[in-house]
């Protein structure tokens, strides 16, 4: 007896990205029904509770909240509720983040439609699925880290780079020094410094530097 299709919510920022993703499922119509779409964490909340999907499909990076905020609201909404988190960040951290939040799935944007269909189908099925070149990297990831042979802030989901802004910043060293340091660019260090105080859950600088302190997230 064949399957009903997997019922899914999409949540992107970005109109063109929903239609894309729309457009890249519509040959498996059979398999997979796009029952509603949403712009931002808000409308996603609001769609998702009334459609009661079996999947959302969210990006990670969103403008008003980020996609694991919203996984993290949507679970406590409703604590059954699967989220597969797309994204084009191929970094072992994010995904640490990502089942830290909740999400039953971590892809990335390069997949093709083959298969994220076959993805969505086994989330349907209670499996969990992470990017199988992701996965490989997350597992040496996890055995350093378990064996205390990784850098400061890395339990805290942080990358090897915004460990060492992290550091810099802890000395007092001002965003144009840190860039020079470093060699990148300032704009270069307030990324990093807005993925810092996200993984942290600090809104600043001096909140940061506070829980460096606190931790010892530091060199």
């Not at 964490?41 to 999907?53: F, H, I, M, Y």
């Not at 086994?122 to 969990?128: I, L």
């Not at 340091?181 to 600043?204: A, F, P, Q, W």
Request: include cysteine; hydrophobic fraction near 45%.
């Amino acid at each position: 007896m064949a399957q009903t299709p997997v019922r899914v919510v999409l949540v992107d920022d970005h109109e063109m990205v929903l239609q894309g993703l729309k457009s890249m499922l519509t040959p498996f119509r059979g398999r997979i029904r796009v029952v509603g779409q949403a712009i931002g964490a808000e409308d996603a909340v609001r769609v998702v509770s009334g459609l009661n999907p079996d999947i959302v499909l969210c990006d990670v990076r969103l403008q008003s909240a980020s996609g694991l905020d919203l996984c993290r609201r949507l679970l406590e909404l409703e604590p059954s509720r699967r989220v597969v988190l797309l994204s084009v960040y191929d970094d072992e951290q994010y995904l640490f983040q990502a089942v830290r939040a909740g999400a039953v799935g971590y892809l990335l944007k390069k997949i093709t439609g083959e298969e994220l269909v076959r993805q969505l189908e086994r989330v349907r099925d209670g499996e969990r699925v992470i990017d199988s070149a992701l996965a490989g990297r997350a597992v040496d990831t996890a055995a350093r880290l378990a064996a205390g042979e990784f850098w400061p802030g890395a339990r805290h989901g942080l990358t090897h780079r915004e460990s060492e802004v992290l550091s810099l910043m802890v000395t007092g060293i001002s965003n144009r020094g840190i860039a020079q340091r470093l060699i990148v660019g300032e704009e270069t260090v307030k990324s990093h410094l807005r993925s810092i105080y996200r993984k942290l859950e600090v809104s600043d600088r001096a909140g940061a530097v506070a829980v460096a302190l606190r931790e010892g997230i530091y060199r």
